[in-house]
């Protein structure tokens, strides 16, 4: 089992089912470091796509 918090900049680009099934797939193989920070990465992207500039 694992909970998640993240800030609306992640919840706002990535659904909870995405995010869920992402962090499953990957925190044994990936650890939770490298895990998150590829959320973070997906949701950076989807950020710069849709509002076309990241802070």
């Known amino acids: 089992a694992f909970f998640i918090i ?3 900049g992640v919840w706002e680009f ?3 089912q995405f995010v869920v099934k992402a962090v ?3 925190i044994q193989s990936d650890g939770p ?3 998150l920070e590829k959320l973070q990465r997906e949701a ?3 950020w ?3 509002e076309g500039d990241y802070c």
């Open 6 to 8: 993240a800030s609306d």
């Open 14 to 16: 990535l659904d909870s």
């Open 24 to 26: 499953a797939k990957k």
């Open 33 to 35: 470091a490298k895990t």
């Open 44 to 46: 950076k992207k989807r």
């Open 48 to 50: 710069k796509a849709e």
